[in-house]
């Protein structure tokens, strides 16, 4: 009988999660050149990306937005159209 090595026996994941299969696909510094580039990868909570629904275009329309709003200017009476 073989003695199973070490990392074997202390491995805790489960047999269906086989990180050779798994990241045999994977490509070593796919993102480098980007973040030497300065993108900035920022991580949105759970509650904000589903808002957003995967779409970078809508996330970035969005912070443009706000900044916009930054540069109103709010006086000490605003004055509303009446209706």
């Given at each position: 009988m073989?003695?199973?090595r070490k990392?074997?026996?202390?491995?805790e994941l489960?047999?269906?999660?086989?990180l050779?299969?798994?990241?045999?696909?994977?490509?070593?510094?796919?993102?480098?050149?980007?973040?030497?580039?300065g993108?900035?990868?920022?991580?949105l909570?759970?509650?904000?990306?589903?808002a957003f629904?995967?779409n970078?275009?809508?996330?970035n329309d969005?912070?443009?937005l706000?900044?916009?709003?930054?540069?109103v200017?709010v006086?000490?009476k605003?004055q509303?159209?009446?209706?």
């Open positions: 073989k003695k199973k990392s074997e026996m202390d491995d489960r047999p269906e999660y086989d050779h299969e798994l990241l045999k696909r994977g490509v070593r510094g796919k993102y480098a050149e980007r973040y030497r580039a993108t900035n990868l920022v991580l909570a759970p509650d904000v990306a589903k629904a995967n970078a275009e809508a996330v969005a912070l443009r706000v900044i916009e709003m930054t540069k200017p006086g000490k605003q509303f159209a009446k209706s």
